[in-house]
């Protein structure tokens, strides 16, 4: 068995960065390291969010995005629903009531267990009602037009999109501000943002997505996954930074490294 | 003019202004009606694709070339639909564990082959350029990659450099994000005047 | 209400029929606005220009459904168009959406009124679930597919003769409503094939890096792009018929940014004045 | 068993597939290669599992909604119309799927895919160009800096990308493509390689176990 042509620098810098990845989770989760994470403000925005709906008496909307679990959006989903694991926390200690949205059916079953059991860890499982997680359409139009109809039925207060989103975005998003929802978009899909900023209160913008779970839950074994994020980050910026130069003096060595 | 005297144009005009009816007029039965309609069908015609493909790909080669080994996925393919059943819920991990497992070992090595080796490698650029205009724009191009990259580190000291920096990538991002609503104005655009046009064209007669 | 607060609450139905009423005008009365054309759009042209009716065969991946309207569709017509005007046989396959073959068979059912032979100038293989795991099956083993969606044997059709695996194709086209990144992962970087997208235009900002990259030879998006390839093939069609009302939308739509903005201005003004009294 | 089976299932696919891709030649002690353990095993099986899967929300749905009728909640004659349509679509596509010779029942449906089913999605999107409208009149505030850099470079774009632009000034089309060729192109580049990485890690987490509540089996370990 050996590696074909183009991927041995690839392969390598995978096992490498894998490395780096696992001993940064396990020294941070046995307190060798100390990781702190920069303010993202739109998730100090969340708990604004709940609040106002709990001062309103209305339902907070919360929604893990389009993606699956099956497909290359798994880490924009489970990302998602490490956030929906907070919301419902906040909610359940203010005492608010929740509403999740589902489009893939996969996600379904997740969503009901991820809101359960942080309704259980806040002492408030009887607060769980079986309408609380609903599954709408998987066709990504179909969901929206629920989600928008379920908007002027529960009259909701506050709505925080999470995760991926396609064209529907503008949908959910516009036809929430114009009833006047106090909205928190949390998304990787860099095509949706400008709809995002244009109409909600607070976005949180691309690789932010995948830092929120760690953020928010402040779970020490996904800090020092980020703080790895951070370490990767800066080799790209090195070879970046390198490559340039010695392209610069007439040399194509980095490039024909790194694709070797 | 000549309007149409084709049932089905009717039929499809009818199916258009019945979407269009939330945002022009308000929340309607008539809308609701094509709304629910639209699900329906969408839903019916993914299983008649799904059925199609489960035979020709699954139960024909085992029946007719004997490949038996794609027992394997049918009976991982019927254990997705133990979830409606409590007692067997569990079993249809193994079906989603086995759906994960190709999803993430696709994406895992090839992001970061085509997404980050690759785009790494494209960025870098020889200064100074052939023109004064290649340089500012191949230097605008890399402070602003590596302005970005350092917004989105979250966990390094924010000094003033990283601090200063970092705003200049969400200024960037600000002007790729406006890039990308102007060309969403002209995309969104288009579809209604797909529309539009089959109005006035198949319909209507008009053009 | 004076009318400032007016100007600040427009009754969002009033934007909807203006904006309808500025887009049918010039949809039903063209002006023949002058266009130019976009190099990434070229590029495609060029790219089935320099192809050999003789004996090159090329894969479209028809990957959009429906929704995505006129913006979608315009772009693989104006393509197959020019290729069958060449003489080029075609080869199309779905992996994005289920909706991919009946798209398919649209442009089919026309070119077959026009003359055309199924089987021999063209073949729609259908749609194999599966996602980048199907892209990646399909270029290794193109037989992979047992059967069109007329029920022939792939490996009888006379357009398939020939084909085993993807580099097979001289050139392969993607038409989707999103980005053909599981089409660079899986088949352009590792085979390296000739391969070019047809999406619609809120995609192409996303492209500009693949396409200076190289991995991409050429990216058309959406009706701005049909027209201009239907003025290079000198072939008016549907695009071009719709570039003025595309003019007059954008103008509107920079309208309304302008009116919101005056009536912020001057309601924010208005604030402070009353706050500093 | 309930635990463990599937992280295992998730580790070792994964790694096949990841592999296939990167190496050539039999690995030792199994006498195949990778690349032809996954085109003959793997893949094949993916595409069989994945067409039950695509059936799945269509079973959901059919459960949601014939609980509607069934407790006669409010609005169930909505969730007949849906249900009808689901049997009326899925059976006739069925039909025409396992009969790929019959040319009348394809040309039947697709009249009612052309005729209905795709104007109702269009119709669907259409609505998009009235929701930018909206959103452009009354979200696009120059209400900060940032907010301003955002606008200033729509308009710019949607100026240069409409032929009418040209004719105001023949430099907009210049300035759009050079928006989206550098600044768009440097932004784009860096949220991707960004993404990319982030999404690498969550992978690598999901590959190894470590991320396991796609499973629904508690949180990370």
């Known amino acids: 068995m050996t590696l074909v042509p183009g991927n041995v620098f690839g392969f390598w810098m995978f096992v490498v960065i894998s490395v780096i990845v696992v001993y940064m989770i396990r020294a941070s989760q046995n307190d060798k390291i100390q990781v702190s994470i920069r303010t993202i403000p739109g998730l100090e925005a969340i708990e604004e969010c709940v609040g106002r709906a709990t001062e309103m008496g209305r339902p907070i909307h919360f929604s893990p995005g389009l993606g699956d679990v099956v497909s290359d959006s798994v880490p924009d989903t489970l990302a998602a629903l490490q956030i929906l694991s907070y919301v419902t926390d906040i909610a359940a200690r203010y005492d608010s009531q929740l509403l999740v949205t589902i489009r893939m059916p996969n996600v379904y079953p997740l969503a009901v267990e991820t809101v359960r059991q942080a309704y259980t860890a806040a002492n408030k499982g009887d607060a769980y009602k079986d309408n609380t997680v609903r599954y709408i359409s998987s066709d990504q139009d179909a969901y929206a037009a629920g989600v928008i109809g379920l908007m002027h039925q529960e009259q909701v207060a506050s709505s925080i999109l999470a995760g991926l989103y396609m064209g529907e975005a503008l949908l959910l998003a516009e036809s929430a501000a114009r009833l006047g929802i106090m909205q928190v978009a949390i998304t990787a899909s860099v095509m949706q943002v400008p709809f995002f900023v244009a109409a909600c209160d607070y976005t949180v913008i691309g690789e932010e997505l995948y830092a929120a779970g760690a953020y928010l839950s402040n779970d020490k074994g996904r800090l020092g996954a980020i703080a790895a994020q951070d370490y990767i980050k800066l080799i790209v910026i090195a070879i970046t930074i390198l490559g340039t130069i010695v392209t610069s003096f007439g040399s194509t060595f980095i490039q024909e490294l790194v694709t070797k | 003019m000549q309007i149409s005297t084709n049932i089905w144009q009717w039929i499809s005009v009818a199916c258009i202004f019945g979407m269009w009816s939330l945002p022009l007029y308000k929340d309607n039965p008539f809308y609701r009606v094509c709304q629910n309609i639209f699900v329906g069908s969408c839903a019916g015609h993914a299983i008649g694709i799904a059925v199609g493909n489960m035979v020709k790909y699954g139960f024909q080669p085992v029946i007719q070339q004997s490949q038996l080994h794609l027992i394997i996925p049918i009976v991982l393919g019927i254990l997705l639909y133990a979830r409606f059943f409590p007692s067997v819920a569990w079993l249809s991990r193994w079906s989603v564990a086995f759906l994960v497992g190709v999803g993430v070992g696709q994406a895992i090595y090839s992001s970061l082959r085509s997404q980050v080796i690759n785009q790494a490698v494209a960025a870098m650029t020889k200064f100074p350029g052939e023109t004064l205009g290649t340089t500012v724009n191949n230097l605008i191009s890399i402070i602003g990659l590596l302005a970005v990259l350092t917004y989105f580190l979250f966990t390094i000291p924010q000094t003033r450099f990283v601090k200063g920096f970092s705003q200049l990538g969400r200024w960037l991002m600000m002007v790729t994000f406006g890039v990308g609503f102007g060309n969403v104005v002209s995309g969104r655009l288009s579809v209604l005047l797909g529309e539009l046009l089959k109005i006035f064209q198949d319909w209507l007669g008009l053009i | 209400m004076n009318l400032i607060d007016k100007l600040q609450n427009v009754d969002t139905r009033i934007i909807y029929i203006v904006l309808l009423i500025t887009l049918s005008i010039p949809l039903l009365h063209p002006i023949g606005i002058p266009m130019q054309i976009n190099p990434m759009t070229r590029a495609v042209y060029d790219i089935v220009e320099g192809l050999d009716p003789e004996k090159d065969i090329v894969l479209l991946s028809m990957d959009y459904m429906p929704g995505a309207g006129l913006d979608a569709e315009v772009c693989p017509i104006a393509v197959v168009e020019h290729l069958m005007e060449r003489g080029i046989k075609w080869v199309a396959i779905s992996f994005g959406t289920t909706d991919g073959p009946m798209m398919t068979n649209r442009i089919i059912t026309d070119l077959e009124r026009r003359g055309y032979k199924y089987g021999e100038d063209f073949a729609n293989l259908g749609y194999m679930a599966g996602g980048e795991n199907a892209i990646r099956l399909f270029a290794l083993d193109c037989l992979s597919v047992p059967t069109d969606v007329r029920g022939n044997r792939t490996s009888d059709l006379p357009v398939m003769q020939g084909i085993r695996t993807i580099k097979d194709f001289a050139f392969v086209m993607q038409f989707s409503a999103s980005t053909p990144e599981a089409w660079i992962r899986q088949v352009v970087d590792p085979m390296g094939i000739a391969f070019a997208t047809g999406t619609v235009t809120v995609c192409v900002p996303s492209l500009v890096p693949y396409y200076n990259s190289g991995q991409l030879k050429g990216v058309m998006g959406g009706v701005s792009s049909a027209a201009q390839y239907e003025i290079l093939c000198n072939k008016p069609g549907r695009g071009a018929s719709m570039m003025d009302a595309q003019s007059m939308g954008h103008l509107i739509i920079i309208f309304f940014i302008v009116l919101g903005n005056i009536g912020y201005f001057l309601s924010k003004r208005t604030k402070e004045n009353l706050a500093a009294k | ?221």
């Open chain 4, 1 to 221: 068993m309930r635990k463990e089976v599937p992280l295992l299932i998730t580790l070792i696919v994964s790694i096949i597939v990841m592999l296939s891709r990167i190496t050539t030649g039999p690995v030792p002690l199994i006498g195949i290669s990778m690349p032809e353990l996954f085109e003959e095993y793997i893949s094949p099986w993916m595409t069989v599992v994945s067409a039950f899967a695509l059936c799945l929300a269509s079973v959901n749905l059919i459960m949601v909604h014939s609980g509607n009728i069934s407790r006669k909640r409010q609005e169930w004659v909505y969730s007949l119309i849906l249900l009808v349509t689901l049997i009326i679509y899925g059976a006739f596509c069925t039909y025409v799927e396992l009969n790929p010779d019959n040319e009348t029942a394809a040309a039947n449906y697709s009249l009612i895919y052309n005729y209905i089913l795709s104007p109702l999605m269009t119709g669907q999107w259409a609505c998009l160009a009235f929701y930018v409208a909206s959103a452009s009149y009354r979200a696009f505030r120059a209400r900060n800096l940032e907010a301003t850099v955002l606008l200033v470079s729509a308009i710019l774009v949607m100026l240069g990308a409409a032929p009418v632009g040209s004719l105001i000034w023949s430099k907009f089309p210049t300035i759009q493509q050079w928006l989206l060729d550098v600044p768009n192109m440097a932004g784009q580049r860096a949220l991707l390689i960004g993404a990319a990485i982030g999404s690498f890690v969550a992978s690598l987490r999901t590959m190894l176990g470590i991320e396991r509540s796609h499973l629904g089996i508690g949180g990370s370990s």
